[in-house]
């Protein structure tokens, strides 16, 4: 892939890849549908499509997606995209695997499956729905139950040399897990969940990260709506995933229920004044926030229709104050929401 035209958005080195990406870039999560165990409830696949061209429009220059998004239709979408516009404007796109669904019920949550055969199965199913000859980045979306890191970490070190991907990378992996990896070959991305609500990756993946000149993209920089400023529980379809709770969801949505979920959502009003006197929605603060964070490349911001787009774009170039960042701090002691370090070292530090 391409992705060689020129963004007029700022962009940051991703690492060591020699890709210079932007500060934001789309995550295609939700538009995969409905039809997979963490699907988020109907989606048109034309409004989609129009989310897509927006993002490019206004200069974001990737699109991270998975094998496992609707259990491989996000790419079949992201793949229109590509196919619809010269190849030199052609976006980066980084997809990931070893999240293994059940071809006989989609609803089954899928599996963590490392081993070589089945990794290889699944970066030429990309290949294929992607229609590309070599992916951007391929990274490993969680670790896997059957097999070592090592053995997993080779292979995608492998397909690499053999010219399947450009770039390789872990998703979802901790500290140690980055290390052991690193003394087999280069960690070049790692992609962690991270938010005002969640920030435990600041405590220890981030540095490491840093120290390594491995580049990072975090995700679920909005938590799943909740930093949105106007998420509703009550306005959730009953096959959208946050509405079925930590029981169904094996505690990813206990974010969403009781008192995490009232703490939360005071953490996003809390957000809503500094989005006021910076002219920009509570959203472009919460995704702001984290590129504060030294180690931090970029954001994947996810996004079901153009509008959405429109509210978080302007994170792309938005820059808090200390006074800014302290104030949200604040915030997160005086809710209680989620866990981990609350305030980014001064840009100097």
């Known amino acids: 892939m391409a992705g060689k035209s020129p963004s007029p958005l700022p962009t940051r080195p991703f690492g060591t890849t020699g890709m210079n990406i932007t500060r934001l870039g789309l995550g295609t999560w939700s538009i995969g549908g409905p039809n997979w165990a963490f699907g988020w ?20 220059n990737w699109i ?24 030199a404007e052609w976006p980066y796109v980084f997809t990931k695997g070893s999240l293994v669904w059940d071809e006989r019920d989609h609803n ?21 729905r992607l229609r590309v000859d070599r992916i951007d980045l391929y990274q490993m979306h969680w670790p896997a139950d059957d097999t070592p890191l090592e053995v997993y970490w ?5 397909l690499k040399r053999e010219g399947k991907l450009r770039h390789v990378g872990l998703s979802n992996h901790d500290a140690k897990q980055l290390e052991a990896a690193e003394r087999l070959g280069h960690v070049e991305t790692l992609q962690p969940p991270f938010s005002a609500i969640r920030r435990e990756a600041a405590a220890a993946e981030l540095p490491w990260c840093a120290a390594h000149n491995t580049g990072v993209i ?11 400023g106007s998420f509703k529980l009550s306005a959730l ?3 959208d995933w946050r509405a079925r709770g930590p029981d169904y969801n094996v505690g ?47 954001a994947i911001m996810g996004a079901r229709r153009p509008a959405q787009v429109d509210g978080w774009i302007s994170a792309a170039t938005l820059e808090l104050s200390q006074a800014d960042l302290k104030e949200i701090a604040d915030a997160i002691a005086s809710t209680g929401a989620g866990a981990g370090p609350a305030l980014p070292p001064p840009a100097s530090a």
């Open 252 to 298: 990813a949505g206990a974010e969403f229920a009781g008192e995490p979920l009232r703490q939360n959502l005071a953490l996003a009003d809390a957000l809503k004044p500094i989005a006021a006197r910076r002219g920009v929605t509570p959203a472009a603060i919460a995704a702001a926030w984290t590129l504060a964070w030294p180690g931090v490349t970029g």
């Open 237 to 239: 379809p009953p096959n």
């Open 41 to 60: 409830g109907p989606q048109d696949d034309e409004v989609s499509l129009a989310t897509i061209r927006r993002t490019l429009e206004l200069g974001l």
């Open 218 to 228: 975090v995700y679920s920089v909005l938590q799943s709506g909740l930093l949105t």
């Open 108 to 128: 089954i949550p899928p599996r963590r499956i490392g081993n070589p055969a089945s990794l290889r199965r699944e970066v030429e199913a990309s290949l294929r």
């Open 64 to 87: 991270d997606t998975s094998a496992i998004y609707g259990v491989g239709h996000a790419e079949e979408v992201v793949s229109r995209i590509l196919h619809e516009i010269p190849r």
């Open 154 to 158: 080779q292979t995608l070190l492998d």
